[in-house]
Nanobody, 124 residues
Framework: QVQLVESGGGLVQAGGSLRLSCAASGRTSGSYAMGWFRQALGKEREFVAAITWSGGITYYADSVKGRFTISRDKAKNTVYLQMNSLKPEDTAVYYC?????????????????WGQGTQVTVSS
């Protein structure tokens, strides 16, 4: 399995930006696709963005499309989530996840490894 550690969360005003990082360790030699999910207080965890192992294809939830950008640096075993034009409704714990395979990028159950999460709070 892959161990994942997120960082970069914090408190930001609406309209601001944050960049989350997710560092992978352990069995990183596999062709892992990476995803970001989030869970707001009292709500279910939801898909935010995903990137294929090659980094050539990205996927986004409609709610973040045009504002968030996912990228990865395979040499550093790190995936990033650049979040711009943040809104109060983006407030949540953000989780990084890794999966094998080439389908189901937005499906939480397809992911094998999860980080512990990082809190993002957007004030109005």
């Amino acid at each position: 399995q892959v161990q994942l550690v997120e960082s970069g969360g914090g408190l930001v005003q609406a309209g601001g930006s944050l960049r989350l990082s997710c560092a992978a360790s352990g069995r990183t030699s596999g062709s892992y696709a990476m995803g970001w999910f989030r869970q707001a207080l009292g709500k279910e965890r939801e898909f935010v963005a995903a990137i294929t192992w090659s980094g050539g294809i990205t996927y986004y939830a409609d709610s973040v499309k045009g504002r968030f950008t996912i990228s990865r640096d395979k040499a550093k075993n790190t995936v990033y989530l650049q979040m711009n034009s943040l809104k109060p409704e983006d407030t949540a714990v953000y989780y990084c996840a890794a999966k094998l395979g080439t389908s189901g990028y937005s499906a939480m159950l397809r992911y094998d490894s999860w980080g512990q999460g990082t809190q993002v709070t957007v004030s109005s």
